[in-house]
């Protein structure tokens, strides 16, 4: 394998080499930082370039120069370009030995230099509604579009993303429920119940042949962000502050900690990696005595 690393110095030539990939999502600005860390070494060996440039994201983010997520954002960017370019240099193609190479190299990196990962903090005041302002805002709500989903948000305390990716067909009716599954973050699956009445209510105002919100005009599911938007106008309005989709979830886990829910039950349910991570968001001002009960 070629380990010279192409040194690429302007904006252009390195757009240019993540279209190869048509990696869209990242721009030249999760780019530059390396662009820079390039400048200050004389490193031209690719996997001791990726582990210094590693470490000084890291070290950025100890000094609180750069949070996780940027942290991440870039690591991830840097590695598709790195691919790209060494692609480039041989012959504009992967054979299956060289990319098995270069993966491999990729993940020992990564095992031996984590990134590093947010914490958790516990989920603020202003990001909870209480019963009268949720009340409030379902009263007489004039897009029933807003009614519909915050009424399925609460009663299932899904997130809009996964609400979203719902198919009619995959769901299961009984007299009072509708179950179906859903894949959460970390490509984890849980099964969701949710009242029969709520469901009915979401397929009536939106209408889906395919999905549960279905925008009729294209045929696919809502933009998260344009219904997270509609939801964030009204409340203003409505209430005078700002709700978003995901405010709704928040509400579902609180009601339920309220009503004397455990809380590994309550994990599972909102689709958290670990019991610790759901403690951390809802039981700071909560005694935790009751609430690690086993059912």
Not at 77 to 90: G, L, P, S, Y
Not at 138 to 159: K, M, Q, Y
Not at 219 to 234: A, E, H
Request: glycine share 4%.
């Amino acid at each position: 394998m070629n380990t010279t690393l192409i040194r690429v110095e302007d904006k252009k030539s390195i757009e240019e080499a993540m279209k190869v990939w048509s990696w869209k999502s990242y721009s030249y600005k999760h780019l530059r930082p390396f662009n820079d860390y390039l400048a200050l070494t004389d490193n031209e060996d690719i996997e001791k370039t990726l582990r210094g440039y590693f470490e000084a994201l890291n070290s950025a983010f100890k000094n609180n120069q750069r949070s996780a997520s940027s942290v991440r954002i870039d690591r991830t960017a840097v590695k598709q370009f790195i691919r790209t370019e060494i692609k480039k240099t041989n012959g504009g193609a992967f054979n299956p030995q060289l990319k098995l190479q270069l993966e491999t190299m990729l993940k020992d990196i990564d095992s031996d230099i984590k990134c590093p990962v947010k914490k958790k903090q516990p989920v603020k005041d202003q990001k909870i509604i209480t019963h009268e302002e949720y009340r409030i805002l379902l009263e007489d709500c004039t897009d029933s579009r807003i009614e519909a989903l915050a009424r399925f948000l609460f009663n299932t305390g899904i997130r809009i993303s996964e609400a979203l990716s719902i198919r009619l067909r995959g769901a299961y009716m009984s007299d009072e429920s509708v179950s179906f599954s859903v894949v959460g973050k970390g490509n984890s699956e849980r099964d969701i119940i949710c009242d029969r009445k709520v469901w009915e209510r979401a397929a009536e105002v939106f209408q889906g042949k395919t999905w549960l919100f279905e925008n009729t005009r294209s045929n696919k599911p809502y933009d998260p962000v344009y219904l997270t938007q509609l939801i964030r106008r009204y409340s203003e309005k409505k209430i005078g502050r700002t709700v978003t989709a995901h405010v709704f979830r928040h509400y579902f886990a609180t009601t339920q900690i309220e009503k004397g829910m455990p809380i590994h039950t309550l994990s599972k349910l909102l689709g958290h990696s670990s019991v610790d991570i759901t403690a951390q968001y809802y039981l700071h001002d909560v005694p935790p005595e009751g609430y690690w009960r086993e059912e």
